[in-house]
């Protein structure tokens, strides 16, 4: 079945580093791939979303690319901040797919 | 615009209680969905309703129902509660069923079953 891994959380940073949170996928056919984001508190939001092989999807100095070769779906940023400290979901969903799934999450924290 | 919406924010109930968790969107989506979030496990279906007038199980459906009330709202029913409930529950809505639809959350229920 469809299935993702997500690295194991916490990640801590300080303000400005590099950002990597690996995603990688089991899917038959053509998934999409989705991140999400959610702040303490909150509910999930969309982050950013590819829907087929090599589109990068991108938002608010994020980003990801869709590789089929390596299944993955890495999320990078370039210089995070404090307000960027949440947990972070990798998700998938399916040709017809309303079940959509999701990674077990990772929480960022980021320092001043 | 408020989006998705969920009551109660909080709940503690006793082994054995009933209550219903309600949400309502106002974006006019067609399908609508409850998860429940647990520590180091993401968040898994419980039941969705792709269109007004049908339900479907997810992944975790046991103890659990559903009512789809209109195409606004979707209530989720813990008939007895039982401590292994205890989570927080979101419910998410989207356009329709399709694997670019993007799901809508709401800011859940924290459920805690002594």
């Known amino acids: 079945g469809n299935s993702v891994t997500q690295m194991e959380g916490p990640v801590t940073l300080s303000e400005e580093a590099f950002l990597t949170i690996n995603c990688t996928y089991t899917?038959?056919?053509?998934?999409?791939l989705f991140w999400y984001v959610q702040y303490p508190g909150e509910g999930l939001q969309l982050l950013l979303k590819?829907?087929?092989?090599?589109d990068k999807g991108s938002n608010k100095g994020f980003e990801a690319t869709y590789r089929k070769e390596t299944t993955s779906f890495h999320l990078e940023k370039g210089s995070v901040q404090v307000s960027d400290s949440a947990v972070y979901f990798c998700?998938?969903?399916?040709?017809?797919?309303?079940?959509?799934?999701f990674g077990a999450g990772t929480r960022l924290f980021v320092k001043a | 615009n408020a989006g998705v919406t969920q009551t109660p924010k909080f709940q503690v109930l006793k082994t054995g209680q009933s209550m219903t968790l309600q949400c309502a969107q106002d974006?006019?989506?067609?399908?609508m969905y409850w998860y429940r979030q647990d520590p180091g496990m993401g968040l898994r279906l419980i039941y969705y309703?792709?269109?007004?007038?049908?339900?479907d199980k997810g992944e975790v459906p046991n103890g659990y129902n559903v009512s789809r009330l209109n195409k606004r709202e979707f209530s989720l029913r813990l008939e007895s509660a039982a401590p292994s409930q205890t989570s927080v529950y979101f419910c998410?809505?989207?356009?329709?069923?399709?694997?670019?639809?993007?799901?809508?959350f709401g800011p859940g229920t924290r459920l805690t079953v002594t």
């Open positions: 998410a809505s989207s356009e329709g069923v399709g694997s670019s639809y993007e799901q809508y």
């Open positions: 899917a038959t056919g053509y998934p999409s």
């Open positions: 590819a829907t087929k092989a090599d």
């Open positions: 998700a998938l969903s399916g040709p017809g797919g309303f079940k959509t799934i």
């Open positions: 974006m006019n989506h067609n399908s």
């Open positions: 309703s792709a269109s007004e007038g049908t339900t």
